[in-house]
């Protein structure tokens, strides 16, 4: 593995965070019983908390929890900031001295893109804690379906080709930590079709329902996968084809606090490796870093109307979004940013909705069906 | 609900074309007017710096030029023409719109690499002017330098123009951008004055420092970043990739340029190559779908070498079949461990059209 450093960052903070028990759960139940919970903070103060986690929480992230008087989240919050800087400053001198030097280059971008994850977490996790609801906005899934199958459209603009609408499919079959998982999307307007095939191991998280087996404690999980994607480009005379592994975990926030119930955060690294097809000239190897940070609520809890809903950053560079265009010197280093999100408004039946900005900018929405809760 | 759709999308649409005003402004290099005179460079392959009273002041990138000038009645009786990063040896003919040709006083430059010319208008409104070194169609064998991401190290850059003019074969200066660090006009116009050192002309596309400081700086100094000129039956194929992309109008005028050169060698340059040697870096094309629909292009219109900068050390690969070419060692910050200091590269091109290539160490 190229890039142990990051990877023993990544499972470091995952680590720390899965191995911490779910905030209510830490309370013992007498203390409930004896202590009626505090009463929720004022509308002045919340508003107070709010500002406070804008001016100075902006720099200073948890000062919303601080002004809350929050303290025992606030302090994680910046630790979490603090962890976030030390990476990402360190990822980013060893980029800057090394010079982009090609031995260094992954696990100085990697660190980077860890460290500048956290910052975003640790931030936006202050700001939905002052901003929530008590109990939160929502509550996962502690059971996942055997089977989910997802119909959708996506409309791509991009100014460099000539595809618009596309169509695809996706279906992810899931037997006890094992996940299936394989998704189709072609242009309706122009040659193009990405195909993608995985199969993913879960370490702990969320599972098909077992028998004898107690569901997961909240949505937290780790996992690896081991992919292939092919994407072909027919009007344009090539193809790209990558075959990744990618070690992904989530954390679900009320393990850092009550306030956060209802949140959690993603992160996950990789690397690609495959090759271009050309119309007219011989194939060539391409590598790619992967990486992908995300931070999201749940809306609603299972058994009623519910799902979940992200802001993410993908660094892959090779997908409909691609690298996020920006002008000036940093041009083409970045990937992609992107909101997305599943609601299922029955046990069954659902909708997701998404949209990236990178090269292009992606909007879509998909149907979606899923069988086996029980 | 069709059209609204759209327009949501063209709002979007300007942050995927962080280019696309250097593209229309590219458009606007190479046409000047006042004090009488109207001048157009043909495919904007000059920068008119200035049109004052009886002077025409230009900034070659290529170089042949052919120039339209229009003079009204009230112009200057006599006008001179001053061409900066011209090479040494380039003349200028001068022939009315009838093709008759007026004398022309030629005199010398206050470098190397620029000269002046002057005729009279007598009773003639409209003019070519075509400048053109005398060896414009020699089949024979040349070579230029490529040196590119000069940056911060333009205090030091004498010693690698010494190197190159020590070299009597190099023709010119072949440079893939970033010849400033902030692309500040200050640093744009040092650049120019410590370039009149060097005996050969420097023609560039920018980088993406060269457009830190925002669009238009570069044009109005060094001209257009995407365009192509033709020396000694070669091509040369410039294009603006500063924003890690390539601009949908520079990719239509890219389809002719390829028409063009696919019967003749063809060499390519850009600032930030499609596609890095070192994928995890990605200092290449923010999409690697762009990435891999442009190479195609080059694959299929024949082009013989592709010359990159960016990446601040030396490497020899292949995209797409084509021979490239990084090379970023102009004296900007280097790339750590990877063997090599401030270098530029020569390449030698025979009468065949065959390529070759080859190192100068200058650290």
Known sequence: MRYPTAFLVLATALGCGLLAAPAHADEPAASISEKPPPPPPSPARRALATGAAIVPGLVLHGAGHAALGKWQIAWPILGVEMLGLGLGAAGAFTFWYSGAARDLVGPATALTLVGGGLLGFSWLADVYGVLAPPGGTGAPDRILPHVEVALGYRYVHDPRFSYRNLAGAALDLRLRPVRLSASAWGALDAGNQRLRASVAYRFLGPQPFKDKTAPAEDGSFVEVSLGVTHHAYQNEGFGLTLAEGFAFGRLDLARLGPTLEGSFAEMGLGWALGGYDYAHAPGEAASLLLMRAAIGIYLGSPGDPHGEVSLFYDHRHDDYAAGLMMPGIVSGVLGHFGLGGTFYMTERLGFGLEAQIGSAVVAGFSLRYRGGMR | ?363
């Open chain 2, 1 to 363: 609900m069709r059209r609204a759709w759209h327009a949501v999308f063209a709002l979007f649409a300007g942050c995927l074309s962080p280019g696309g005003d250097r593209a229309t402004l590219d458009l606007e290099v190479g046409h000047g007017e006042g004090h009488g005179a109207q001048v157009t460079v043909e495919e904007g392959l000059a920068a008119v710096r200035a049109v004052e009273s009886g002077a025409l002041r230009l900034w070659a990138s290529a170089p042949v030029l052919t120039m339209r000038v229009h003079f009204d009645d009230g112009a200057a009786e006599a006008w001179d023409v001053i061409v900066d990063n011209s090479l040494p040896d380039a003349a200028l003919t001068v022939a009315t719109k009838s093709g008759e040709v007026i004398a022309v006083q030629t005199s010398p430059g206050e470098f190397p690499t620029q000269r002046r010319f002057r005729f009279p208008l007598g009773p003639n409104r409209d003019f070519v002017l075509s400048l053109r070194p005398p060896d414009a169609d020699d089949p024979n064998s040349f070579r230029f330098a490529l040196l590119s991401d000069v940056q911060e190290a333009l205090d030091r850059v004498q010693d690698i123009y010494a190197r190159i003019d020590a070299d009597p074969s190099i023709r010119f200066v072949l440079s893939a951008g970033d010849l400033t660090d902030k692309g500040t006009a200050e640093e744009h116009d040092r650049f120019q004055k410590e370039l009149r050192s060097l005996q050969v002309p420097f023609y560039a596309t920018l980088g993406n420092h060269d457009i830190a400081a925002g669009d238009g700086i570069y044009q109005r100094y060094f001209g257009r970043g995407s365009f192509r000129f033709v020396y000694r039956g070669v091509q040369f194929t410039l294009l603006d990739s500063a924003s890690a992309s390539i601009e949908p109008a520079v990719y239509d005028m890219l389809s002719g340029w390829l028409d063009e050169g696919r019967n003749r060698a063809h060499v390519v340059a850009m600032h930030i190559p499609p596609l890095d040697p070192v994928g995890e870096r990605n200092a290449a094309f923010g999409s690697r779908n762009e990435a891999g629909a442009l190479l195609e292009r080059l694959a299929a219109g024949k082009v013989d070498i592709t010359l990159y900068g960016h990446i601040h050390a030396h490497y020899n690969f292949s995209n797409a079949g084509i021979p490239a070419v990084v090379s970023g060692g102009g004296g900007a910050h280097p790339e750590k461990m990877a063997g090599i200091g401030r270098h530029y590269v020569t390449v030698d091109i025979d009468e065949k059209g065959a390529l070759q290539t080859g190192v100068v160490r200058v650290d």
